[in-house]
């Protein structure tokens, strides 16, 4: 006789950290443990970090009620030569994982992966069951190219029961290069806190620039199409370019690109925000961007943001990428700046009310909830019976 999911447990081998900003892992995972117990499985402790990590945390920890985190403790580092070594770790670092399962009441727990960077404690594991969930194209990022990054994805694709993409363009990328079919599963937002916190006040130093207010809000790395906000800000100096989020870049061609930017004078880069925050600045911005360079991993996202801008009601135009399709014409797409110019002035004209509640009802409809219960139907119907 099988035995039901919610016995079973999820390991969700995932990157989470709760203080910082929250992606599709935090908010699905939150969720998904209101229908299964579900521990997520972080990475072990670097060989150099051991000494300082000895007495730092226990292997496990709860986070929320059927919630927890687990960690491999620091005397199972991560170790990488020699070869027998390291699979001398990752299997005493599987034993310990499953015993610690075992200890929640886990019985043949799924192994749910979110990054290739999982593959060989994966396989060490060995589960019965094993879910990917791919939320970015990994290979296209900044240096990817010497790590090995599709063969490690490929190997978790090809043993995986169920595969899930965030966008279109990912499920048929990981279609084309695996043979395997994936299920698309769109981002979302989490409505109710976003309008609650978008109607708290204008942020003092957001109150303080010129309208119109055209924004970005992200973070900030090879992804950003730096060019293309430079071409606003030049081609409109009435407009005020916001940016907003932390600067994560990796090469400092694109790091130096967009110190140019920021130093033009009507664009305000004003850096991150605390997460609870970010909705008060959504709401205080005319118009919200998407601006993606599409020569590498950018043009594969499904943009959460999107969701976000819609439950603020702010009207959203894009760089052209398939993503755009899924929002139900509520976001306009660009090309060279001059499209750029003439979709933020179609942006600025549709600010009454009606628009504005047809944005968010189209948010409404698309929560992080509502994606949970999409998750759960899928893992119910492929995997209820495994």
């Known amino acids: 006789m099988s035995v039901a999911l919610a016995d079973r447990g999820v390991l969700a081998f995932a990157d989470v950290t709760w203080n910082g900003t ?7 995972l939150s969720r998904l ?14 060989l150099r970090s051991v000494p300082g990590e000895l007495f730092a945390r226990r292997p496990l920890e709860a986070v929320d009620r059927g919630l927890w985190s687990y960690r491999a403790p620091a005397i199972l580092p991560e170790i990488y030569r020699p070869p027998a070594l390291r699979r001398l770790s990752l299997a005493l670092q599987a034993l310990h994982l499953r015993r610690s399962a075992r200890g929640l009441g886990f019985r043949d727990p799924i192994a749910y992966v979110w990054n290739p960077d999982f593959a060989d404690p994966v396989e060490r594991l060995d589960p019965r069951t094993l879910v990917y969930h791919c939320y970015d194209k990994y290979s296209a990022y900044q240096g990817a190219e010497h790590t090995g990054v599709d063969d490690l994805e490929g190997r978790i694709v090809r043993r995986a029961d169920l595969v899930i993409a965030s966008s279109r363009i990912l499920a048929a990328d990981l279609e084309e290069r695996f043979g395997v079919p994936a299920v698309q599963l769109p981002h979302g937002v989490d409505f109710e806190w976003f309008d609650s916190l978008a109607r708290t006040g204008e942020p003092a130093d957001l109150a303080a620039i010129p309208r119109p207010r055209i924004g970005y809000i992200a973070r900030l790395d090879e992804r950003t199409d730096t060019e293309t906000l430079a071409g606003i800000a030049h081609a409109r100096p009435d407009w005020s370019i916001v940016v907003i989020g932390d ?13 140019a930017l920021a130093r033009l004078p009507n664009v305000h880069a004003i850096g991150g925000r605390p997460r609870e925050t970010i909705p008060a600045y959504t709401s205080g911005l005319d118009v919200c961007l998407l601006s993606y360079r599409t020569d590498n991993w950018g043009r594969f996202v499904q943009p959460i943001k999107a969701y976000e801008y819609l439950a603020c009601g702010r009207p959203v135009v894009s760089t052209r990428i398939e993503a755009v399709a899924d929002f139900d014409g509520l976001v306009r797409a660009a090309d060279d700046v001059d499209d750029w110019v003439a979709a933020i002035e179609g942006g600025l004209a549709e600010s009454d009310e009606a628009w504005v509640e047809r944005r968010r009802a189209f948010a409404r409809a698309n929560t992080w909830d509502q994606r949970v219960r999409e998750l759960v139907a899928l893992f119910e119907s492929r995997l209820g019976g495994r």
Do not use: C, M, N
Not at 22 to 28: A, K
Not at 33 to 42: H, Q, W
Not at 247 to 259: K, N, T, V
């Open 33 to 46: 443990a209101r229908f299964y117990p579900l521990a997520i499985v972080g990475r072990s402790v670097p």
């Open 247 to 259: 600067r994560a870049f990796q090469s400092p061609e694109h790091g130096a690109a967009f110190e």
């Open 22 to 28: 929250w992606y599709s892992r935090h908010q699905i």
